[in-house]
């Protein structure tokens, strides 16, 4: 019975369907793999081994697995002193206790010193929608974007997130991984092209343009579907890395559709849009019209299943397609 439940299917949201996921987070398997040829990697996790699937990695490479137990600052601190000797380390927890317990540290252990640290920020947006407000985490791209030498990406799918792992082992620096809750519907093929630093386009079309990054990627594809039976064309595209953003091709998107919806599973002050808008501010671009689709910067989401509450906040593909309807006419 539970085989044939799909990922957009509520009963997939239940905790104790996890086992039987098509997809799981694939981090610490891509991270094995790059540890087999590579000494540096090491990887940390804060007692949640099982639910990021980094316990792959540990069985695999087990010398160089660490878990700190609860003690997420903790943990991050540990992983600048890793870094500080060499080392490339992957820490992992909630997004949530990454952001938002953790800023601190990684502000000062991570940024300032520009320490190669990898967060593994999982479970982001509001998808523990059972654990209340402690638990999600729709501010921390905000918080994340105002710290010098951040990188932050966010992929869509399992896809997405092997080509991110895998294409910046090398580079500088921190940077943020902002993950689902690793059982994401697959948004890429195999032989599709997703270039870190890049956006990457998934639709074309004349009456519109979506900018969608993490679960709200498939949930835009959705809604380009739906809209298209209405006779409305619209483009999707794929901002997965927030910081560097790739100024050019969002300039040269916005002078081809000039009502722009950035959807973002994050509050609307400070994230996804907010990057856009300061890109088109200083840009001059003052005639575009920017929709911000999200989640009430004033409010803290309420609690209750997660299937439920992206359809309660419209950031499920019907919410964004009657969106975007709305906005159109």
Not at 97 to 105: G, I, W
């Amino acid at each position: 019975m539970t085989t044939e439940v799909t990922l957009r299917d509520k009963e997939s949201w239940h905790l104790g369907m996890v086992p039987t996921q098509a997809h799981a987070l694939i981090a610490g398997k891509v991270l094995a793999d790059l540890a087999d040829n590579d000494n540096r990697i090491v990887v940390l996790t804060a007692d949640l081994g099982f639910s990021n699937r980094t316990i792959e990695f540990s069985q695999r490479h087990p010398d160089r697995f660490f878990d700190l137990g609860i003690a997420e600052q903790n943990m991050v601190s540990v992983a600048a002193g890793l870094a500080a000797t060499g080392a490339v380390p992957y820490a992992a927890t909630f997004a949530s206790f990454m952001a938002l317990l953790c800023c601190d540290q990684i502000r000062t252990d991570l940024a300032y010193p520009n320490l190669p640290v990898r967060l593994l920020a999982h479970h982001a947006g509001i998808s523990l929608g059972y654990y209340g407000t402690s638990h999600h985490a729709t501010e921390d791209i905000g918080i994340m974007r105002s710290m010098a030498n951040m990188k932050i990406v966010c992929p869509a799918d399992a896809y997405s997130l092997e080509q991110a792992l895998r294409q910046t082992v090398n580079l500088p620096g921190p940077i943020y991984f902002r993950l689902g809750r690793g059982r994401e519907p697959n948004v890429y093929r195999p032989e599709d092209k997703w270039e870190f630093g890049k956006i990457t386009m998934l639709r074309n079309g004349n009456d519109g343009l979506i900018l969608a990054n993490g679960i709200m990627v498939g949930a835009a594809c959705q809604a380009a579907e739906i809209l298209e039976k209405d006779g409305i064309d619209i483009t999707v595209a794929d901002i997965h890395t927030v910081q560097p953003l790739d100024i050019e091709k969002l300039l040269s998107l916005v002078k081809k559709q000039r009502t722009v919806f950035v959807a973002e599973e994050h509050n609307t002050r400070g994230g996804v849009a907010t990057a856009v808008a300061d890109t088109l501010i200083d840009a001059g671009a003052n005639d575009v019209r920017l929709i911000r689709i999200g989640l009430p910067p004033d409010e803290y989401a309420i609690i209750g299943p997660p299937y439920y509450l992206y359809q309660h906040y419209g950031l499920d593909g019907a919410g964004l397609a009657q969106r975007v309807r709305q906005e159109l006419k």
